[in-house]
């Protein structure tokens, strides 16, 4: 299959290259055994290269000083959802304060930025975790422990990274009850996360030469398996990969097994709403235009953009119908925002119930089962074959 090249950033669509496939080298770092990873080192050590990596049957981990922990160690993906309570715990006070005195009839929260995805949260740990890395470079450190100090350190570099903004509007709307005009008070509040990248934190930080190196390479696809194992990820969704190997091999001839097969070489990408298209970063719709545009399908780049398309042009199919290649829509149910059909995902069913997209909540490219169809917040709300109009009209 011949991969078409996508647009230059000043084409007006969003642009991006595929992900590097170095390798990475091993690094002199040490870490403390702990929970088994599926990561295993590759490539000759080298006394200069200090880029972490996980010894096999290891995983990093970060002893933390404080009382309550007793100075015990542990892994690090715990700490990750310590501090994943923490900053939830900060939007929901932040909520709570911007309801105020409780006065309005109606409450309608809209979640924008980096939390516009397929959850209410967001997950850029990699570029966090990289930074703080760096940053320990910096400092003189080669151990991947962290003390309480340094556990609060890499808690406030992820709050510094993840810039909060919560934004109340309270308006009076026209209602009617029995044909008697009312009126009634809706607070509208806006929540929203605009989550940064390693390179903004340099731009902060100004690191050096060899730091912007390490996190360079930290960043590039080689470490996708790194950030899994630590951050306890599974690209696969607890699905045996013999079966997902399955599905790839038993992929059908044409644009829709095209469009899945180019996907695919975006495993494990990482997200970012506003740096799609940057290096490697992707989000959910920006995903699935570079995958078709790799096949020499146009579609438009944002998710409510695709859903129209596929509505105007009479490619949409049913839940039933769904063969690989074809997008499904999102929408989120108890959101207001006034968007077409409360879209706000989208991503690329490949078949046996499963689909691939950019997860905002994961913090990357996965694969995973068809979800959203048994009720919740958020539900399949339709379901395209755009490749499949395009091709009968050529």
């Keep these: 299959m011949a991969l078409a090249e996508a647009p230059t950033p000043d084409s007006g669509s969003p642009s991006g290259p595929a992900p590097e496939s170095s390798s990475p080298s091993s690094p002199s770092v040490s870490f403390s055994p702990s929970v088994s990873a599926k990561f295993k080192p590759s490539g000759t050590p080298s006394p200069s290269d200090t880029t972490p990596r996980l010894i096999a049957g290891a995983q990093p981990s970060i002893a933390l000083s404080a009382a309550k922990f007793s100075k015990v160690l542990i892994p690090m993906k715990d700490a990750v959802q310590m501090i994943n309570s923490q900053f939830q715990s900060k939007i929901d006070a932040g909520i709570a304060q911007a309801k105020g005195d409780g006065e309005y009839d109606e409450v309608n929260i809209i979640y924008g930025g980096d939390l516009d995805g397929d959850s209410d949260t967001v997950n850029n740990w990699a570029d966090v975790l990289s930074v703080f890395i760096a940053q320990k470079m910096k400092d003189g450190q080669k151990m991947l422990s962290v003390t309480k100090e340094n556990f609060e350190a890499l808690r406030d570099l992820y709050f510094e990274m993840n810039p909060l903004s919560v934004v109340s509007e309270k308006t009076v709307q026209p209602s009617s009850d029995g044909g008697a005009e009312l009126e009634r008070s809706v607070l ?127 490619c949409t199919v049913k839940l039933s119908e769904l063969m690989p290649g074809d997008l499904i829509f999102w929408s989120k149910t108890d959101c207001k925002c006034g968007r077409w059909r409360e879209i706000h995902h989208v991503g690329i069913y490949i078949g046996d119930g499963m689909i691939i997209d950019a997860s905002s909540s994961k913090g990357r490219v996965v694969i995973r089962k068809l979800w959203g169809v048994d009720g919740g917040r958020w539900k399949v709300r339709m379901c395209g074959r755009p490749y499949e109009s395009q091709v009968s009209s050529n």
């Design 188 to 314: 509208t509040i806006y929540v929203s996360v605009d989550s940064k990248t390693y390179q903004e934190a340099d731009a902060v930080r100004g690191f050096s030469k060899k730091q912007m190196n390490t996190l360079r390479r930290l960043m590039s696809s080689a470490y996708y398996t790194y950030f899994e194992g630590i951050l306890g990820i599974d690209v696969y969704d607890g699905e045996p990969s013999e079966k997902v190997q399955e599905i790839i091999a038993g992929l059908p001839e044409g644009k829709g097994g095209d469009i899945v097969r180019a996907a695919l070489i975006r495993l494990g990408s990482p997200y970012s709403k506003s740096k799609r298209g940057s290096g490697n970063y992707v989000d959910c719709s920006y995903f699935t235009w570079w995958a078709y545009n790799q096949v020499g399908i146009s579609i438009p780049t944002s998710s409510i953009e695709q859903a129209l398309y596929c509505h105007n042009n009479g």
